[in-house]
T-cell receptor, first 114, second 113 residues
Framework: AQKITQTQPGMFVQEKEAVTLDCTYD???????LFWYKQPSSGEMIFLIY??????QNATEGRYSLNFQKARKSANLVISASQLGDSAMYFCAMNLRGTYKYIFGTGTRLKVLA | KAGVTQTPRYLIKTRGQQVTLSCSPI?????VSWYQQTPGQGLQFLFE???????NKGNFPGRFSGRQFSNSRSEMNVSTLELGDSALYLCASSLEGGDYEQYFGPGTRLTVT
């Protein structure tokens, strides 16, 4: 069965520092997409970044980058130059192509310290 | 462009009752997914609709059902409510689902007493 694992329930980072949020996934299907979402305390989920399983390069979106290591089945989110507004829950998610079913990890709560 | 809207935002129901939640996707989006979010179980996929057809569903009992209308608006229904159904129900819309990113609504907070 497909699974997403986020082993860090909570993390702290100093403002302006970089932080890596871990995500490992489990699937035997070769075609899948990986997503990261942010959920601030207000509750609304916000899409951050996407990586397809056949993408050769790691995805980047502004201060967000996805460190995709296919052989290790990991898709870590890297946030550079952390800001106080980055404090939120972060979820890693997977979609198997053609299934239209999305599996989410349990999330990592990030706190940025001033 | 208006975002995903969900109504109602808060709901209190009694065990045994039924409830219908509504979701209006972003204009032009044809895929709508529903999730249940609880502190214990996290975000769990309920079902996904595209052009009025359910393309997949999660592992939830038959009490949970949904539908999508021709204008892509979607509803989900929970019959015979149980205390464990108390949760935040999130709706997400996407252009076509799959590899396309999802845009989430603010959710409906359901409390079952």
């Amino acid at each position: 069965a497909q699974k997403i694992t986020q082993t860090q329930p909570g993390m702290f980072v100093q403002e302006k520092e970089a932080v890596t949020l871990d995500c490992t996934y489990d699937t035997s299907d070769p075609s899948y997409g990986l997503f990261w979402y942010k959920q601030p305390s207000s509750g609304e989920m916000i899409f951050l970044i996407y990586q397809g399983s056949y993408d050769q390069q790691n995805a980047t979106e502004g201060r967000y980058s996805l460190n995709f290591q296919k052989a290790r089945k990991s898709a870590n989110l890297v946030i550079s130059a952390s800001q106080l507004g980055d404090s939120a829950m972060y979820f890693c998610a997977m979609n198997l192509r053609g299934t239209y079913k999305y599996i989410f990890g349990t999330g990592t709560r990030l706190k940025v310290l001033a | 462009k208006a975002g995903v809207t969900q109504t109602p935002r808060y709901l209190i129901k009694t065990r045994g009752q039924q409830v219908t939640l509504s979701c209006s996707p972003i204009s032009g989006h044809r895929s709508v997914s529903w999730y249940q979010q609880t502190p214990g179980q996290g975000l769990q996929f309920l079902f996904e609709y595209f052009s009025e057809t359910q393309r997949n569903k999660g592992n939830f009992p038959g009490r949970f059902s949904g539908r999508q209308f021709s204008n892509s608006r979607s509803e989900m229904n929970v019959s015979t409510l149980e205390l464990g159904d108390s949760a935040l129900y999130l709706c997400a819309s996407s252009l076509e689902g799959g590899d396309y990113e999802q845009y989430f609504g603010p959710g409906t907070r359901l409390t079952v007493t």
